[in-house]
């Protein structure tokens, strides 16, 4: 997302109302995504202070209202803003399934209500978790203040510091070749490992928007 399609949002009404929408949705990801977190791996409990089906919720009606903003100023201004809303709206979906995605580690953690101790891959998948939470929250970061320079270093860090390590660790588990970890905590900590990945791939694709055009939005600049 360029600068001048940036400066287009904040001058414009209506895209600057979905622009701080698409903010908004971003902070309860964040909150949502330390709670699940926390009630993941450091209670024995499920229980956390949010309620996050309301907040997932909440999400999804931000989605639909930017696409109704997005939707509205383009009927009104003709084919000249296409590219910006198309861009806007790509972000938009990337958002709501951050959120989806934190979800699912609460519901993770509903069905595993013991703190998920990871065995022998547990230094693994902290450092897997560390890293996805400073993407995710950097992303943040980069996208609100349209930072260039922060956008194209964070994108080099998802393929090698997290892809792949998610990626070894599932396979590990479905080889045999993570054998101290019963089945239920196996499968926890495969789906953990899973749902950290697809997060911190829509925090790449969200940055991308600063450094890409909408056709290259998820990919290398």
Same mark, same amino acid.
């Given at each position: 997302?360029?600068?001048?399609?940036?400066?287009?949002?904040?001058?414009?009404?209506?895209?600057?109302?979905? #622009?701080?929408?698409?903010?908004?949705?971003?902070?309860?990801? #964040?909150?949502?995504?330390?709670?699940?977190?926390?009630?993941?791996?450091?209670?024995?409990?499920?229980?956390?202070?949010? &309620?996050?089906?309301?907040? &997932?919720?909440?999400?999804?009606?931000?989605?639909?209202? !930017?696409?109704?903003? /997005?939707? %509205?100023? #383009?009927?009104?201004?003709?084919? &000249? &803003?296409?590219?910006?809303? @198309?861009?806007? *709206?790509? *972000?938009?979906?990337?958002?709501?399934?951050?959120?989806?995605? %934190?979800?699912?580690?609460?519901?993770?953690?509903?069905?595993?209500?013991?703190?998920? *101790?990871?065995?022998?891959?547990? =230094?693994?998948?902290?450092? /897997?978790?560390?890293?996805? $939470?400073?993407? +995710?929250?950097?992303?943040? /970061?980069?996208? =609100?203040?349209?930072?260039?320079?922060?956008?194209?270093?964070?994108? =080099?860090?998802?393929?090698?510091?997290? $892809?792949?390590?998610?990626?070894?660790?599932?396979?590990?588990?479905?080889?045999?070749?993570?054998?101290? @970890?019963?089945?239920? !905590?196996?499968?926890?900590?495969?789906?953990?490992?899973?749902?950290?990945?697809? /997060?911190?791939?829509?925090?790449?694709? #969200?940055?991308?928007?600063?450094?890409?055009? +909408?056709?290259?939005?998820?990919?290398?600049?």
């Amino acid at each position: 997302m360029f600068k001048q399609i940036f400066n287009l949002f904040k001058s414009e009404s209506l895209y600057s109302q979905a #622009l701080g929408e698409c903010h908004e949705m971003l902070d309860i990801d #964040l909150e949502m995504f330390k709670a699940s977190i926390e009630s993941l791996r450091k209670n024995d409990s499920a229980e956390i202070p949010i &309620d996050i089906y309301a907040m &997932d919720g909440k999400i999804n009606e931000f989605e639909r209202d !930017v696409r109704r903003k /997005i939707m %509205t100023h #383009l009927a009104i201004s003709g084919a &000249d &803003d296409l590219g910006s809303g @198309l861009i806007l *709206v790509s *972000v938009v979906i990337d958002i709501e399934r951050i959120g989806d995605y %934190t979800k699912n580690i609460y519901d993770l953690a509903v069905q595993h209500p013991k703190k998920l *101790v990871c065995g022998s891959v547990e =230094k693994t998948i902290t450092d /897997i978790e560390n890293r996805a $939470s400073k993407l +995710f929250e950097q992303a943040i /970061i980069a996208f =609100k203040n349209q930072d260039i320079e922060l956008a194209r270093d964070l994108m =080099k860090t998802y393929k090698k510091n997290i $892809s792949n390590k998610c990626d070894t660790v599932t396979n590990d588990i479905l080889s045999g070749k993570i054998s101290d @970890l019963d089945s239920n !905590v196996a499968t926890s900590v495969a789906l953990y490992s899973r749902y950290l990945k697809r /997060i911190a791939a829509h925090s790449r694709n #969200l940055i991308s928007s600063v450094v890409n055009p +909408f056709e290259r939005i998820g990919y290398p600049e």
